[in-house]
């Protein structure tokens, strides 16, 4: 029986041209999914959010009466002054930038110092004692960013509030009720800080233009 003698080239083709398909294929694929993912898909969701949520797209934004940013209502601010309301602690220095919390564990000596010197402050601060203050003014939030507070904690700063300002705590509380959140069955109704601040700059300027809430460059 007579031998097929068969070219060398023609023996290679066969898997030459299918190591060429397949890193054909594998380059169109990556193709079409980085125009997908990184055009498209970016493309559609931005449109869609931004139609159906203009506020929250472009970062739930807080303006004072001048139209200037001065924050948003995602993001807690360090507040100070007995003018303004006082937010939770935060392992972050309030920084969305380094958002986390202080991962100390509950039995850490230095969580447990800390929340000691914050509640005696406070207690003095309030002139309240210790065991009146909300423990959300004491216990930092997981992300160190936590925008609001308790309404206990709220109506518990409303005195001093009342009295940097000079103006009576009625006014005050009215202003805790406009700017109430509810969370629904989630959770108990809550405060946003900075926005309370906001408000009242706005119906009762700070004494004082150190005080007042700078605008965000």
């Known amino acids: 029986m007579p031998h097929q003698i ?20 594998a380059l169109r694929f990556m193709v079409v999914m980085a125009m997908l993912l990184g055009l498209l898909y970016p493309f559609v969701t931005t449109t869609i959010g931004g139609w159906l949520f203009p506020e929250q797209a472009q970062g739930s934004l807080i303006r004072d009466t001048s139209g200037q940013v001065v924050g948003s209502r995602l993001v807690s601010q360090t507040f100070v002054s007995d003018e303004y309301f006082i937010g939770r602690p935060s392992a972050a220095g309030n920084d969305a930038g380094g958002v986390s919390g202080s991962n100390l564990a509950p039995s850490n000596h230095a969580l447990r110092e800390r929340a000691q010197t914050d509640a005696t402050s406070i207690a003095q601060r309030e002139g309240v004692s210790v065991e009146q203050i909300p423990i959300d003014l004491i216990a930092a939030s997981g992300s160190g960013i936590d925008p609001h507070i308790s309404l206990p904690a709220a109506e518990l700063q409303v005195a001093r509030v009342a009295q940097a300002r000079e103006i009576d705590e009625a006014s005050v509380t ?37 005080s007042s809430i700078t605008p965000v460059e």
């Open 6 to 25: 068969t070219d060398p080239d023609e023996e290679l083709q066969g898997p030459e041209l299918q190591h060429k398909a397949s890193w054909s294929s």
């Open 174 to 210: 009215e202003l805790i009720g406009q700017t109430l959140e509810n969370t629904g069955w989630l959770g108990s109704p809550v405060v946003n800080v900075l926005r309370l601040n906001v408000r009242l700059d706005e119906r009762f300027p700070a004494a004082t233009t150190t």
